[in-house]
């Protein structure tokens, strides 16, 4: 692929590994046409139709070929609905496939696509925000706009906060929400579970906009059958459909950018407030292998992340420092980092970098070393010389901590590199679960930096939060054998672009803990998941499905994620049936016999349990 445009040639070679050439690389393109990039460079959508950018200004021509506006439109013009409406209604006409995108950050092919890429980030402002009961504020907001800048419009022209608020830099908040986006804390969900209502775009160009019932005012969900009769019977000019139901918002709220286009998202707020942050350096014991069952956190850290503190992360060094084994022999001990934060009535701190200063937060609070050219720099000086790699993550590590507190504005606290772009694989387990867990992740990283002499340059991270309802989310609630989670712990692996056998270490990382403890990987990361293992992991799949097939019938939003994930293969089984159903009706008709009728097809699927993870050959 560099091989086909000479501008790219020149930094191609370096983006996955230099990261410091990637804000250059993403100007480039073919032939004068856009070409996307994800963040970490790995992921090239080329889209062969269009590039579509909606305007925010009424419009009265879209640069998409082959889509003509009918005259009233040209005459009043489209607004960005429309624009996005018109777009996925000549979509579906001519059987061509539509994602939107934000800034790139979700990996494994989520906005894979051929034909045509909706770039959102156009779509950026705040558009209303009314109190309907004291103290709660929806704010009503495009779903382009990056998370940053929605966090200080927030804080600064409206004096508000959004209570889950975690490391989104660079994020927008359409991605955010439909992959499950995240803070950290035990009362804590993610970020979906603060969306009062979505206004989409789904097949069709048909406008919906979907939000639960509220019980305290006496709400009635609205039956399925009915919405997929109001669904089935609207087009492009009708009014935006209201679907007051819990059970279609559950799916729609976490959905993969595969049930439509989100075009605004009403968020609950709060009145603004600041938090005291805390960064307390931790170490746990190591046994090693003679003694790896003995691996356990330290008396009274379970309760710091559990009761002690509203906000918490920590971050462990997971190389194990065998310095201390001279003191206490056969163990060496993990260093790591205690994030905690909870809310405090105390002004916010004037000075942010300067170590010296009181509540500063250490030479890493400075920005200047916290973007992709410092890391790059990191990189190529470790990587003649992998053996050191330990000891500069160590260091980093305490360049991370502070003796004393820290007191910012909601959004300003507990972020982590927010500038540095990474390549990470998170995985969730049940908390109770957590401890073992990372003992499980240490210990590979451990045996995988001794047979491959490479170690990563960052620690890994552990997030705690509370369970949810969201059919596809990653913490939903639901778990296999009919198990229900109340709490879920975090553990995210990340490696610099270009980092040697990063790949291969998240793949062994993946099948250990799914085979030991059913994790279920972050859809916003990279991500492994295939249809067997979507199945078991989602036991209330098929509901998420029955909205999916509802809102992308033909597949408009279908892509080699959802075909990779199994959401599009019962689809197209089904018409795979009634086309086979069709052909022996006729065959019948006409007198011809089969050698092998269709019923034993028909039988074969009929017979499988699970039809979702039944192999092509068996039909």
Not at 37 to 44: I, L, M, N, P
Request: with cysteine; charged share 20%; glycine share 8%.
């Amino acid at each position: 692929m560099g091989n086909t445009c000479t501008v790219v040639d020149c930094c191609f070679g370096l983006r996955q590994r230099q990261q410091c050439c990637f804000p250059c690389l993403r100007l480039c393109s073919y032939d004068h046409r856009p070409v996307f990039y994800s963040q970490d460079g790995k992921e090239v959508v080329q889209p062969l139709v269009a590039f579509f950018r909606p305007n925010q200004q009424r419009v009265r021509k879209l640069p998409v070929p082959g889509l003509t506006l009918d005259p009233d439109d040209l005459n009043l013009g489209l607004g960005p609905v429309e624009q996005i409406a018109a777009v996925c209604k000549h979509a579906q006409d001519n059987d061509l496939r539509v994602r939107a995108v934000g800034r790139g950050h979700a990996r494994s092919q989520l906005t894979s696509v051929e034909d045509i890429l909706i770039d959102m980030t156009t779509l950026d402002r705040v558009l209303v925000r009314h109190s309907p009961e004291t103290d709660v504020h929806h704010v009503v907001v495009e779903a382009g706009m990056l998370a940053d800048d929605f966090a200080r419009e927030l804080q600064h022209v409206y004096g508000l906060a959004v209570p889950a608020y975690g490391n989104f830099s660079g994020h927008t908040l359409g991605g955010l929400i439909s992959t499950g986006g995240h803070g950290s804390g035990y009362a804590k969900k993610i970020l979906a579970d603060s969306v009062v209502e979505l206004h989409m775009i789904i097949e069709g160009g048909i406008q919906v906009k979907i939000r639960r019932c509220n019980v305290s005012n006496q709400e009635i969900d609205v039956p399925f059958d009915d919405i997929r009769d109001r669904v089935r019977n609207a087009n492009v000019r009708s009014e935006p459909i209201v679907i007051l139901s819990t059970e279609v918002f559950r799916a729609a709220a976490v959905g993969l950018g595969s049930l439509g286009v989100i075009y605004s998202i009403t968020i609950r707020c709060e009145p603004s407030f600041n938090i005291e942050e805390f960064r307390t350096p931790i170490e746990i014991s190591w046994p090693g292998e003679r003694l790896s069952g003995c691996f356990a956190f330290p008396s009274g850290f379970v309760d710091m992340y559990t009761v002690d503190h509203e906000f918490s992360t920590f971050v462990l060094h997971p190389i194990p420092d065998p310095t201390r084994g001279q003191v206490e022999p056969g163990y060496a001990v993990i260093h790591g980092i205690y994030f905690g934060g909870k809310r405090t009535g105390d002004p916010p701190a004037s000075h942010n970098c300067c170590p010296c200063c009181p509540g500063s937060r250490g030479l890493l609070g400075c920005r200047i070393l916290q973007n992709d050219c410092m890391a790059t720099t990191l990189l190529c000086g470790t990587s003649c010389c992998a053996r050191q790699v330990p000891m500069v993550t160590k260091n980093t590590i305490r360049m991370l901590s502070h003796r004393s507190s820290y007191v910012h504005q909601w959004h300003k606290v507990l972020q982590l590199t927010p500038d540095v772009n990474v390549v990470s694989m998170e995985w969730f387990v049940a908390l109770d679960e957590l401890e073992a867990a990372v003992a499980d992740v240490i210990s590979m990283a451990v045996t995988y930096g001794t047979k491959c002499q490479h170690f990563s340059l960052l620690p890994i991270v552990c997030r705690v939060l509370e369970a949810d309802d969201f059919y596809l989310s990653p913490t939903c609630q639901s778990r296999v054998a009919e198990e229900s989670i109340t709490h879920y712990g975090c553990i995210e692996v990340p490696f610099l672009p270009g980092e040697y056998g990063a790949a291969q270490f998240h793949k062994v990382i993946d099948e250990l803990l799914y085979e030991k403890y059913q994790a279920r990987p972050h859809w916003g990361a990279s991500h492994l998941l295939t249809q067997p293992r979507v199945r078991k992991s989602y036991p209330e799949l098929d509901k998420w499905l029955q909205v999916y097939r509802l809102f992308n019938k033909n597949g408009t939003f279908g892509n080699t994620f959802t075909e990779r994930c199994g959401f599009d293969d019962l689809d197209a089984r089904k018409k795979s049936q009634s086309i086979s159903r069709t052909r022996s009706f006729r065959r019948n008709r006409r007198g011809f016999v089969d050698q092998r009728p269709d019923s034993s097809i028909f039988a074969t699927i009929d017979e499988v349990d699970d039809p979702i993870i039944m192999s092509e050959s068996s039909v």
